[in-house]
C-alpha cells in the first residue's frame, strides 16, 4: 500500500489502466448507441492510453534538473503522450483530464490525498473547459463526480481519496442513462465515462494493492431501443469558424462570453502554457466578421478557418494501406484521412499526403512534418477525426508550420476540396475556398444496421439497409441497391449537377453500376463520377455538388 503517489506508481497506474482498458475493449465499444456499427470508443482509448505508456518507457530515467518532481515528469509525460496518441473525441478528452491532472500535481512535494483530490478537480475543470455547453450524461459528469467525492472524503489518506473517487465515478456512470436520454433509450452507459471508471479502479489497485470488485454496469432496459443524434449543433447557424488565437487568460474569457453570444458548439482549448499561451477556438456562427472581429480584440488570431456546412457529421473510418508523401513543389501541401484503399489513391493522386484513418495526433502530425511544406491543410473526414486533427496543428504550430484545418466529414467531401486548390492564391484564400467546397458537397452513406434502433426515419432492425444523408437516418430498406438509388434521387431533388459514387469494400459486384446508370436515366443532365473507394462498413458512399 501506498501513502503518496510516486514516479514508479505513476508507471504501474499506466500500465494498469491500460490492461483493464483492454480486457473491456470489446465492451466499451459496444456501448453504441447509434445503429451504425462504427462504434470505437473503447478501441481509441486504448490506443490513446497506449501512446501515454510508451512515452513514459521511452523516459524511464530522465529527470531535468530544475522540472517538476519526479512524479510530476511522469505524469506530465502520460499526459503528453496520451495528447500525441489521442484517437477520437474520447481520447482527446482524456488527454485533457490527465493534462490537468499532471498540472495541478508537478511541483507537489507529494501527492497525498488531499494532492489527489486536487489533481481531480483540475483534470474535471480542464475537461469542462474544453467545451462551452457540456452535456451531462457523459465523460465529464464521470470525471467531475470522481473529484467531488475526493474533495468530500477531506483526507491525506491516498488510499481513502482514490477509493472514495473510484467508488463514486461507478455510481455516476451507473446514472449517466438518467441524464441522456439517448443512453437510457438504448439500455446502456456512457462509453467514455466507462473507460474512465476502469482508469481510477487502476488507480485504487496501485495505491491499496486490492482490485475493486465491481461487475460492468448492467444494461437498462430498452424503452424502445433508440439511436441518438450525432454530435452537432444547431441548424440556425450557417458557419463554422475556426482559428488559433495568441492571447492572455482574462482575454479569452471575455471572447468566450462574446462568441457564446453570437452562435453555438463553441469549444476553447488551451495549450496549458499559462500566460501568453495560444488557444484554439471552434464557434459556430451566422455572423463570420463578428466572431473574427472578436479574436481580434483578444488577441492575435492566425489560421483563420470559415465553412459553410450542412451541420451533421459522418461516422468514423478504419485503417487503409500506408501511402507516401508526394513531394510539395509550392511550400503547400495537403494531408487526408482516408479510409480504403481506393480512396487512398484518390487522394494521393490529387497531391495528397494520405494518412490511415482514426490516426493518432502524432501520426497526423508526423505526416504534416513530413510533406516538408510550410502551409498544410489537413482533411480530417470524420467528426471524431476533428478534433486530433485541431491537437496536432497546435503542435504543429510550435514548430513553425502553419496548418489550417477543413473539417471535412467524408471523403466526397475531401474530394470537392482538393478540387478547387489554386496555389496562385494566398494560402488563408485557399483554404477558404476548399472550406466553401466542401461545405457545399452534401453527401450520403449507405450501410447495414448493426442494432435495432429508432431512427428519425423509423424503426430500424439488425440487417435493414440504412441510408444516413449528412449524417442522419433518412432512409431504411430492405433491398441495397433500392435504398441506393431512392438516397440518390432524394439528394437530386434538392439540385446537383455532379454526383460521386465510392464503392466500399463489401458492395455487390455491379452495384455502383447499376446506381449510375439510374442517375443516367432518371437525371439525364447529371454527371456521375464511379471509383472503387475500398472504405469498410458502407458499401456506398455518395457525394452531390
Excluded at 77 to 84: H, I, Q, Y
Excluded at 138 to 149: D, E, M, Q, R, S
Excluded at 371 to 384: C, E, M, Y
Excluded at 423 to 439: K, L, Q, T
Aim: hydrophobic fraction near 45%.
Amino acid at each position: 500500500m501506498l501513502d503518496t503517489l510516486d514516479a514508479a506508481a505513476v508507471r504501474r497506474w499506466c500500465a494498469g489502466g491500460l490492461a483493464a482498458l483492454k480486457r473491456h475493449q470489446g465492451e466499451i465499444d459496444d456501448l453504441n448507441v447509434y445503429p451504425v456499427p462504427d462504434g470505437d470508443t473503447g478501441t481509441n482509448l486504448v490506443l490513446t492510453l497506449t501512446s501515454a505508456q510508451q512515452a513514459l518507457a521511452m523516459d524511464l530515467d530522465t529527470l531535468p534538473g530544475d522540472g517538476p518532481t519526479p512524479h510530476g515528469h511522469a505524469l506530465r509525460l502520460m499526459a503528453r503522450g496520451a495528447l500525441l496518441g489521442a484517437r477520437g473525441n474520447s481520447g482527446v478528452i482524456l488527454s485533457q483530464i490527465l493534462r490537468g491532472f499532471a498540472d495541478a500535481v508537478a511541483a507537489a512535494p507529494a501527492v497525498r490525498g488531499r494532492e489527489l483530490a486536487a489533481a481531480l478537480r483540475n483534470a474535471a475543470t480542464a475537461a469542462y473547459a474544453a467545451v462551452a455547453t457540456p452535456v451531462e450524461g457523459t465523460l465529464l459528469t464521470v470525471v467531475a463526480a470522481a473529484a467531488g467525492a475526493a474533495e468530500r472524503a477531506d483526507s491525506d489518506d491516498l488510499r481513502t481519496v482514490a477509493r472514495a473517487a473510484a467508488g463514486e465515478a461507478t455510481r455516476a456512470l451507473s446514472r449517466t442513462p438518467e441524464q441522456l436520454p439517448a443512453l437510457a433509450r438504448a439500455g446502456v452507459v456512457d462509453a467514455g465515462g466507462r473507460g474512465l471508471c476502469l482508469l481510477l479502479d487502476a488507480l485504487v489497485e496501485v495505491v491499496t494493492g486490492e482490485r475493486p470488485e465491481r461487475a460492468a454496469p448492467a444494461p437498462r432496459p430498452v424503452r424502445p431501443p433508440a439511436t441518438t443524434v450525432r454530435e452537432t449543433g444547431s441548424e440556425a447557424y450557417a458557419y463554422e469558424v475556426q482559428y488559433l488565437l495568441d492571447a492572455e487568460p482574462p482575454a479569452v474569457a471575455r471572447l468566450r462570453e462574446a462568441l457564446a453570444a453570437l452562435g453555438d458548439s463553441l469549444v476553447v482549448v488551451g495549450d496549458g502554457a499559462g500566460s501568453g499561451g495560444t488557444w484554439n477556438v471552434h464557434v459556430h456562427v451566422n455572423d463570420v466578421g463578428a466572431a473574427i472581429e472578436a479574436a481580434v480584440v483578444a488577441g492575435r488570431p492566425h489560421r483563420i478557418t470559415v465553412t459553410r456546412f450542412a451541420d451533421q457529421v459522418a461516422p468514423a473510418p478504419a485503417l487503409p494501406p500506408d501511402a507516401e508523401a508526394p513531394t510539395v513543389p509550392d511550400g503547400r501541401a495537403a494531408v487526408v484521412v482516408a479510409a480504403g484503399a481506393g480512396i487512398a489513391e484518390l487522394f494521393a493522386a490529387e497531391g495528397a499526403t494520405v494518412v490511415p484513418g482514426n490516426p493518432s495526433t502524432g501520426e497526423l502530425l508526423d505526416a504534416i512534418r513530413a510533406t516538408g511544406a510550410a502551409w498544410v491543410v489537413v482533411l480530417p473526414n470524420d467528426p471524431n477525426t476533428q478534433a486530433v486533427a485541431s491537437n496536432a496543428a497546435k503542435e504543429a504550430h510550435r514548430l513553425g508550420v502553419k496548418v489550417s484545418v477543413v473539417p471535412t466529414r467524408s471523403p466526397v467531401q475531401a474530394l470537392a476540396a482538393l478540387a478547387v486548390r489554386d496555389p496562385g492564391r494566398r494560402f488563408e484564400d485557399d483554404v477558404i475556398a476548399m472550406a466553401e467546397a466542401a461545405g457545399a458537397c452534401r453527401y450520403a452513406e449507405v450501410c447495414h444496421a448493426s442494432r435495432e434502433a429508432l431512427t428519425v426515419a423509423g424503426p430500424c432492425r439488425p440487417g435493414d439497409v440504412l441510408a444516413l444523408v449528412d449524417g442522419e437516418v433518412h432512409l431504411i430498406g430492405s433491398d441495397l441497391l433500392d435504398t441506393c438509388t431512392a438516397v440518390v434521387d432524394r439528394m437530386l431533388g434538392g439540385g446537383g449537377e455532379l454526383v460521386t459514387l465510392l464503392s466500399g469494400a463489401d458492395a455487390p459486384a455491379g452495384l455502383t453500376d447499376a446506381v449510375r446508370e439510374h442517375v443516367t436515366r432518371a437525371w439525364p443532365f447529371v454527371e456521375v463520377h464511379v471509383y472503387p473507394g475500398g472504405q469498410p462498413h458502407y458499401p456506398l458512399l455518395v457525394g452531390v455538388e
